[in-house]
């Protein structure tokens, strides 16, 4: 994604857990929720190998058993973590370029404002959860591959139908791919929170913005 | 980097360890070379954090004295196998981007036709060093960022180059920001190298480059 991760885990439809309620968040049923807003953090700033269970759980004062009640595995928690990001960031799309206050293409640029924001006040660690997992991909049965592919695909969806709104608005060209163009922007994008977070700089992703919207036909 | 790996360490200057000689390469002196080339490739393939030193010394067969011989740590040989990756990197840039025979703008389309082949050789596997250890980069002191940076630099000023050339040759306005056009080429092909990696397809390497071809103005 974009930007700086603002997770705020889901809490209200989780089940109660069976066995001895771990220490910390005993008896408020958060726990799962803990994990996953945790958990998002540091698979954001060091990636899933980087991110140990041990150190999760440390963090949060949450015993083992009470990790494994809720995940099989660190993959199956991995997984979680991503649909909980992807649900987050849906949310997060749909109120930016929602927004019936703003022309389309000033929609798009006001998340590209909100990434920025977001990269400043997390100081460049963290980037975007989608992106850093995708560079651990690379086995052929890799499970977080084709679950982050969709991810992509439903970002570029939006940013597409937006797009499409500013064709109507008369801001882009009737006869721009809009989809091509939405891909060119996820791509561009991602490479340039990876560029922000080396150089600890927003020029990236100014770089980039600026330049796409300069060159969008009209 | 852009693409498919293919680091030939160095060889011939590399010093004659002391202590007992590794099982394998014995008598060869080629122990931190070879150490070096599968390290360039277990990272590139899983990073970091998912690369562990056993692993590598088991896959070559030497032993752990003969490896902490050579580097003091870890981290030291991440950074040697980022130096010998940057070192391959720029051979490969100057053939390509100094090749008189082609016209600038045809050198760079070299590249990513050399690109798009390496991503196809390794099936994806394998994408960017630099791009793949850039995005696990996080903590404030990180050794890696600011050398990973100066690579980006690096590779950034040769195309750089290249397109001052293009303008001189007439295939690029003469106006045109060289080295901003630059820096939008390294964040969109990373990007891109990232996104083909989670397809595996080389459509976003195509879509990238095609898209920036066809914006540069003239």
């Known amino acids: 994604m974009p930007s700086a991760v603002r997770a705020p885990a889901h809490t209200s439809t989780v089940s109660r857990p069976r066995g001895r309620p771990p220490r910390a968040h005993a008896g408020r049923g958060h726990t799962r ?26 963090r949060l004062g949450i015993p083992k058993g009470s990790f494994y009640h809720y995940f099989a595995s660190k993959e199956e928690f991995g997984l979680a973590v991503i649909d909980d990001y992807a649900a987050y960031f849906a949310r997060k799309l749909d109120r930016l370029l929602g927004d ?17 924001a977001g990269m400043l006040r997390y100081r460049f660690r963290r980037g975007c959860l989608v992106g850093t997992l995708g560079q651990e991909v690379s086995g052929r049965d ?3 591959r084709k679950r982050l592919d969709q991810v992509f695909a439903d970002w570029q969806g ?21 989809q091509r163009l939405a891909a060119f922007f996820w791509i561009g994008w991602e490479g ?12 990236p ?12 036909p009209r």
Chains 1, 2 share one sequence.
């Open 33 to 58: 929720a803990a994990l996953i807003r945790c958990g998002t953090e540091l698979l954001t700033e060091k990636g899933f190998h980087g991110t140990g269970v041990d150190a999760l759980l440390k």
């Open 100 to 116: 019936a206050g703003r022309s389309p293409l000033a929609r798009l640029r006001a998340f590209v404002a909100e990434g920025k």
């Open 142 to 144: 890799d499970p977080f």
């Open 158 to 178: 939006r940013v597409a139908a937006c797009l499409e709104e500013a064709k109507v608005a008369g801001e882009l060209a009737a006869a721009a791919d809009a």
């Open 192 to 203: 340039a929170i990876l560029r922000a977070k080396l150089t600890r700089s927003t020029a």
């Open 205 to 216: 992703l100014d770089l980039f913005a600026d330049t796409f919207f300069d060159s969008l």
